[in-house]
């Protein structure tokens, strides 16, 4: 497994430096204008760091289906599935590089968010705070923002796209086990990927949101979509040991 992990962390080695060079320029971008007092740069780099970083994790889950995708359809995978690993590796190896790349991603634009947003503060006086949580309340009444709010919401939104990432995972490899790389391919697997998918939200949205706090629901949410992600992986694993020929 470590051996098929590290093949898939390099794979997607280039793609993550290009989103580690992207963060510096930014980020010194935005440390020279908090230096020179220049609002208009400090804002325009914030908002461009806030953006790469939601893309980032989302290309990051995008590329991994690609990936398992061109495996499992054209001669590119072949010599990784004629290897002696089962498909409960391979497949194994292919959600813990994306679950890590994830959460990896996940904590640097969280921390670094953080580091940014208190320079800020150490700038300005405390009613840009006041502002922003007013901003907040005003669209939820009951949502308050603190860190330990904000960290818990961003591991249930990272659960919940790896959750998304496993069901598209699992279209791809029913569509391929049935059409075996024909041009239909793609349009049954996202055909599958939105029915199951909406299953899913349904069972998740059954949650009683009531009954929990904000960090308690964010949490289970959380814990839900990573159990989800296992019996898809599982339900995927199997799929592909028996009805899958390169």
């Known amino acids: ?29 935005f440390l020279i204008g908090c230096a020179i007092r220049s609002e208009e740069t400090f804002t325009i780099t914030a908002s461009l760091l806030f953006v790469l970083g939601v893309t980032s994790i989302t290309l990051m889950g995008i590329l991994s289906v690609i990936m398992l995708h061109q495996d499992m359809n054209t001669k590119q995978g072949y010599m990784l599935l004629m290897t002696p690993n089962s498909c409960f590796k391979i497949l194994g190896a292919k959600v813990l590089e994306c679950g890590i790349s994830l959460m990896l991603a996940g904590a640097f634009f969280f921390i670094l968010g953080l580091i940014d947003v208190n320079l800020l503060l150490s700038m300005y006086n405390r009613s840009i705070i006041d502002l922003f949580l007013s901003l907040m309340q005003s669209i939820n009444e009951d949502l308050t923002f603190t860190v330990q709010n904000a960290a818990a919401l961003l591991f249930s939104l990272i659960s919940g796209w790896l959750r998304i990432i496993t069901c598209a995972y699992l279209a791809d490899v029913i569509s391929s086990s049935l059409l075996k790389g024909k041009k239909a391919n793609l349009v049954v697997s996202f ?15 059954l949650i009683p949101g009531s009954n929990f706090t904000q960090i308690t629901l964010f949490l289970v949410q959380g814990v ?23």
């Open 191 to 205: 055909i599958l990927f939105v029915l199951i998918n909406i299953l899913l939200n349904r069972i998740v949205s």
């Open 224 to 246: 839900f979509s990573l159990f989800f992600s296992i019996v898809m992986y599982i339900i995927t694993a199997v799929l592909m040991e028996n009805h899958l020929s390169v």
């Open 1 to 29: 497994m470590g051996k098929l992990l590290k093949y898939e962390l390099r794979k997607s080695l280039f793609s993550k430096g290009i989103i580690v060079a992207l963060t510096l320029v930014l980020e010194l971008a």
